[in-house]
């Protein structure tokens, strides 16, 4: 069973950094592309950032350009959101996600992996 596990959310100031990871067990992330939605209250959720399957493809969305950065390390089977300059927009619910097929930078599809989310909060 393929199980995705976030951690590093908290509580921040603006202006400030969080590493957010995201471990992924029964089954290797070789191959295949990770990525990162958040959810924030009474909003829908939304894509943050992605990583391709080789590793040195990295996306963002406009919101999140230049301050977001995802990557991941195969040997540890992680893949990282590292947040700077966080505003109190940011706050959010953030979720990892890795597609069911390899080689694709197609996310949120029906069959995809997610974790259970971990909150960040920006206060200013």
């Known amino acids: 069973q393929v199980q995705l596990v976030e951690s590093g959310g908290g509580l921040v100031q603006s202006g400030g950094s969080l590493r957010l990871s995201c471990v992924v067990s029964?089954?290797?992330?070789?191959?295949?592309?990770m990525g990162w939605f958040r959810r924030a209250p009474g909003k829908e959720r939304e894509f943050v950032a992605a990583?391709?399957?080789?590793?040195?493809?990295?996306y963002a969305a406009d919101s999140v350009h230049g301050r977001f950065t995802a990557s991941k390390d195969d040997n540890k089977n992680t893949a990282y959101l590292q947040m700077n300059n966080l505003k109190p927009e940011d706050t959010a619910v953030y979720y990892c996600?890795?597609?069911?097929?390899?080689?694709?930078?197609?996310?949120?599809?029906?069959?995809?992996?997610w974790g259970q989310g971990t909150q960040v909060t920006v206060y200013s």
């Open positions: 990583v391709k399957w080789t590793g040195n493809g990295a």
């Open positions: 996600t890795s597609p069911s097929r390899g080689y694709t930078l197609q996310l949120d599809s029906p069959n995809d992996y």
């Open positions: 029964g089954r290797t992330i070789v191959n295949y592309s």
